[in-house]
């Protein structure tokens, strides 16, 4: 696959480059490759990354058939391998195993790490959920007629029967919007991990970036997507530019979209001030308020079936949090022994701890002195 991304990221360029000293661009052409740019850009957006990825809301089959089609059209390989690198990205974000580590460079988490094709081994990605959705593998069987049918045919078609612009299509609203769509998704992997602010953690190189929230339809922020990669929101306030979390609700209200997946103000809050130093103020349970619960009843609860799991001296019920952890739910069932659980340090259990407060059922007997005086900073 290395050739057909060489080819993409270098021979298509030239050759649209080339073009434009023999094809001049027309009015019509251009408002055509914009609009065309536009919708298959949230088949990357909307589709690939917030249904597939991060599965931010439910979909209706005649919209996951849709952006798999048009998510086909920007040459940027299936669902399945994209899927597959992005939740690779969230759990080993900026390690060796990062497939785009952000810590090798601006070039390589751009474009480089597509040519020198990292290994694979050692990283542990569940995508059980893709090969299960028979709309996911149809795109996989059949990309690349896919991909030439929409990259090339489409924008030649509609040009050249709509106002004889038949080369313009293929050039303007086919590879020129194929380049640069390439470059305002690759903007996120490069310039959202290289500048911006980290409103919501500092914990990683993810920052939110304006001017890629306005290339990436709303992707560039990145600070707040890694803190909470399952909401369909990456944009929160108002006026944040995200096209995409816009498109989403509008699909909502039509009934094509339901499901969606947000995180509550307070522990976007709590993680704010976290990260200003400042003392967390959360709306969970003081521990002396929590029914205690002997080791051996909190393990008969876990193997019944019901996702608990003890941290520090605390059983929490990470029930939601199984279906978001961003390697995919069989990772953390695996984990924890087929959910099974047992104890955890803080620091070995992938969740941060001002979210893991809320989730709080149990103190184990035994451990309620110790951590009735726990503060959380």
Sequence with gaps: MWRADFAAQVIAPLCALAGVRYVPIQTPTLLWALLYGVTLGFGITLGYHRL????????????RVFLAVIGAGNA?????????????????????????????????????????????????????????????????????????????????????LGWGDFWGGILYAGLWRMVVAYHCTFA??????????????????????????????GEGYHNFHHEFPMDYRNGIRWYDFDMTKWAIRLLA???????????????????Q????????????KPSDSIPLIDWEDYTRQAESGRALIAIAGFVHDITEFVEMHPGGPKILRERSDGMQLRCFTAASFPIRRQRAACMRVYVIRGAERRVSSEKIH
């Excluded at 597939?52 to 919209?63: I, P």
């Excluded at 001030?273 to 969970?284: F, P, V």
């Design 188 to 217: 996120v992997n490069s310039l959202a991990h290289w500048a911006g602010q980290q409103p919501f953690g500092r914990r990683t190189t993810a920052r939110d970036n304006t001017v890629v929230g306005l290339l990436a339809l």
């Design 253 to 271: 209200t039509v009934g094509l979209v339901t499901n969606l997946q947000t995180v509550s103000d307070a522990v976007i809050q709590s993680c």
């Design 52 to 63: 597939w990825a991060h599965r931010s809301f439910r979909a209706h089959v005649a919209l």
């Design 273 to 284: 001030a976290h990260d200003r130093g400042s003392l967390l103020e959360i709306k969970a």
């Design 76 to 160: 940027q390989r299936s669902i399945k391998w994209s899927v597959t690198t992005h939740r690779a990205h969230h759990r080993y974000v900026d390690t060796d195993l990062d497939p785009h580590n952000a810590r090798k460079g601006l070039f390589h988490s751009h474009v480089g790490w597509l040519w020198l094709q990292p290994p694979t081994c050692g990283r542990d990605v569940d995508v059980s959920d893709l090969e299960s959705d028979p709309v996911v593998m149809w795109q996989y069987r059949y990309f690349i007629p896919l991909t030439v049918s929409m990259c090339l045919g489409v924008p030649a078609l509609v040009s050249g």
